[in-house]
């Protein structure tokens, strides 16, 4: 075998494995972003869960105030026209 084909052979090996090398970095790299995706949709949906419970509650107590205050409208309407 001539010292040239031997070199080319050295050569091409050596590209494959960097190739190879290449992809699975790439595929190492995929995995690690994708568990950090992971974690930040599962965070993400926590608060909004979060944030629809407060709102739900938030929109019973101004309901309760809403038709507390009309109640309470409503009598004095009751009240002035009983006077009248």
Known sequence: ?????????????AAVLAGAALLLAKKRSNNKYRAHVEEAKEHFKHKLD?????AQKEY?????KAANVAAERAREWAGNAAKV
């Open 50 to 54: 979060k944030l629809q419970q407060k």
């Open 1 to 13: 075998m001539s010292n040239k084909k031997l070199v080319i052979g050295i050569a091409a090996g």
């Open 60 to 64: 019973k107590n101004a309901t309760g």
